[in-house]
């Protein structure tokens, strides 16, 4: 049974560029959940998807928008990349319900925006 | 002030000791509480759920007090490969909100 998958591994990009960050829930489950977890900090929440839609969504810009494929697999997008945005980016998968769920996550992507 | 708020730590221990975490969150419609444990440059895991009611597994007991909005882990008889990080998670309407974390040194 396969976990929750993620690529690429690391990323290095510039100021201003975009990026495509991909997942593969783990099987079964139906609901997308993406964090970003900068150095030393916990991770923070950015947007969830379920049935190809954005259920929940954290306090980050517009630059950061996602998707949801009908096979569950998730992508997050970043426009207009910051310095800021250098972080480890986590894709966590679960059930729908119930809201008790616990999460799986990925092992992340590291991006670095030069 | 920040959504859950955990001990800044480091927490540094003999092995062998008990180590305890706190962790507070501030909206009271939290539905469901969690600890997760975080390896250095690795994904963070689920250690625990946490239930009003107390839990324990093994050497870890966690407890939720909803009265005081107060969440705790207790780590008995510490060893070496509890060095990590510890994360306090709430999850309200559907959002997962992380603490920001407790680093934890066991000490040979």
């Known amino acids: 049974d396969a976990g929750v998958t993620q690529s690429p591994t690391h990323l290095i990009k510039t100021r201003g560029q975009q990026v495509t960050l991909r997942c593969s829930p783990k099987?079964?489950?139906?609901?997308v959940s993406w964090y970003q977890q900068a150095l030393g900090q916990g991770p923070q929440f950015i947007f969830q998807?379920?049935?190809?839609?954005?259920?929940q969504r954290g306090n980050f810009p517009d630059r950061f928008s996602g998707h949801q494929f009908p096979n569950y697999s998730s992508e997050l997008n970043v426009n207009a990349l910051l310095l800021g945005d250098s972080a480890l980016y986590l894709c966590?998968?679960?059930?729908?319900?119930?809201?008790?769920?616990?999460?799986?996550f990925g092992p992340g992507t590291r991006l670095l925006v030069l | 002030r920040k959504e859950v708020e955990q001990d800044p730590g480091p927490f540094n221990v003999p092995e062998g000791a008990t180590v305890a975490f706190n962790c507070t969150y501030s909206?009271?419609?939290?539905?469901?509480f969690f600890w997760y444990r975080q390896d250095c440059r690795k994904e963070p895991k689920l250690l625990m759920s946490?239930?009003?009611s107390g839990n324990e597994d093994g050497r870890f007991t966690a407890q939720l007090n909803r009265a005081s909005q107060y969440i705790s882990l207790l780590i008995r008889d510490s060893k070496l490969s509890d060095s990590a990080t510890y994360l306090c998670?709430?999850?309200?309407?559907?959002?997962?909100?992380f603490g920001k974390g407790t680093r934890l040194h066991i000490l040979p």
């Open positions: 946490v239930y009003s």
């Open positions: 998670v709430v999850n309200r309407d559907d959002k997962i909100i």
């Open positions: 909206n009271s419609a939290s539905q469901s």
């Open positions: 998807y379920y049935e190809e839609e954005e259920r």
């Open positions: 966590a998968s679960s059930l729908d319900r119930p809201v008790s769920e616990t999460q799986y």
């Open positions: 099987s079964g489950h139906d609901t």
